[in-house]
Each structure stands twice: as C-alpha cells, then as structure tokens.
C-alpha cells in the first residue's frame, strides 16, 4: 500500500498535516510518499492507494495548482478508478473550474468537478461544524476560510450539514464525494477528530476492524466534542 501526501511544505495550516501523520500511525507497514513542489508526484507513474492534500495559504494554492495541472487527466483516470483522495480545507478548491477574486481575477483549477470558488479576503469565517456522513455518521470540526464554493449543482457532496455552512453559508450540502474522491472544507484534523469517520477511511483502502492509534481516547474526545456541538448553547461563529 503507498499512501502519498502532496506538498507538505505548503499544506501544513491548522493541523491538517496530522490527518496524513495519523493515517501512517494507523497503516506503519504502508509506503508513505512526501511529493514536494519541485517532485513528480508518485501516482503519475504508478498506483497509490491514497492522495492526501491539505489546507494551504491562497499562494499556496496558486503554486498547488500549477504543479497539479499537467497531471489533470491522470487525476481524473484515478478518480474514475476508485483511487482514495482526501482533500481537506482550501485544497478542495484545487478541483473545481476555478478560484475567483474580489478583483474579478481568476485562478484556473483542475477543472474536475462543476464547483468554483470565490475569496472575501476581508472577511474570515470561522465556525464550529456538525453534520453527517453517509446519513447516520455524526462529523465534527472546524472552518476558518476566506472563500466557499458555489455551483456544482450535479456534484454530490460528502457531508449534510446540522451547524455551521456546507459548501457556502445557509447551503446544507458541504465537499465533494465522487467515488472514493473526499473533499471538504472541516479542518480540525478531520482524521484525528472523528475516529469512526477514518475507519470508514480504512474500509475505503480495504482495511477493516483495524484498531485506530489512540482509538479510546479519541473516541471519548469525539463523544465529548459531539454533545458540545449539539448543545444550541454552544455558537456556530466565533473569531
């Protein structure tokens, strides 16, 4: 099993970084591939069972993007063949049509999926998150973004959203969920907060009934965590 994460020295914002550190601790005999900027990215020439990216600054994005786009049909190929992609944060953005500025400039993406994105620099959102997976799996974590995304009405999303916003404020649908392609805007670590959600990951990869790297605590963490989120005392924004 080889499991690759792209371009650590850009995505390493708000804890992301732990969901690729966690996914080795739960997988140690997996090869772990760390493709740099200035690398060619292990699934161009071969098989990978997971592609990792996380959050990253919007210059991040730009350079992502252009190392990303000569690989863009062999993206897809992975896609269309069930490859495991998780795509946390910002980096989601990396396989819409494009990111939009408030100067009406444009970053040209991937062009995979039919979502786009647009930037308020001058106006963060932070909130808390809820909302579920797959129907009855509960998901918890964080946001903090300068941009949602918008279009993609044909574009089936990961989660449902209970508190906070999906893919844009007062929209339910967040991520994208395309065969065993996982995007979302939840940081948090993703991974590390909502333990059955990274079994399921498990599952995805063929791994199944494996003990999860400090699977108790985790578990009482995210119990904890859930009657926090669920609490209406506890506000949606904050920051």
């Given amino acids: 099993m080889r499991i690759e994460t792209l371009y650590p020295e850009l995505c390493s914002l708000f804890g992301d970084a732990a969901n690729a550190e966690y996914l080795h601790r739960a997988l140690p005999e997996a090869e ?28 991040g994005q730009a350079m992502a993007a252009e190392a990303l786009m000569p690989h863009r049909e062999r993206i897809r190929e992975l896609i269309g063949g069930g490859t495991v992609f998780l795509a946390t944060g910002n980096a989601m953005e990396l396989f819409g049509t494009h990111i939009e500025n408030e100067d009406g400039t444009r970053l040209e993406t991937l062009g995979l999926f039919g979502l786009y994105a647009k930037r308020q620099m001058m106006r963060r959102y932070n909130s808390i998150y809820l909302g579920t997976f797959e129907g009855d799996m509960e998901i918890v974590g964080f946001k903090s973004q300068f941009s949602h ?15 906070g916003a999906g893919r844009r404020p007062r929209q339910p649908e967040e991520g994208i969920r395309v065969n065993n392609f996982l995007g979302t805007y939840v940081l948090g670590p993703l991974l590390v907060l909502n333990p059955p959600f990274a079994c399921r990951l498990l599952g995805l990869l063929g791994i199944e009934n494996r003990p999860l790297p400090y699977g108790e605590a985790a578990m009482a963490a995210y119990e904890a965590r859930l009657a926090e989120f669920r609490d209406p005392a506890t506000g949606e924004e904050y920051g």
Avoid: N, W
């Fill in 149 to 163: 995304s918008f279009g993609g009405q044909d574009t089936s999303p990961l989660f449902q959203t209970l508190r």
């Fill in 32 to 59: 772990i591939v760390k493709t740099s900027l200035k690398t060619r990215p292990a699934f161009a020439d071969g098989e990978v069972s997971l592609v990792y990216l996380g959050s990253m600054t919007e210059s």
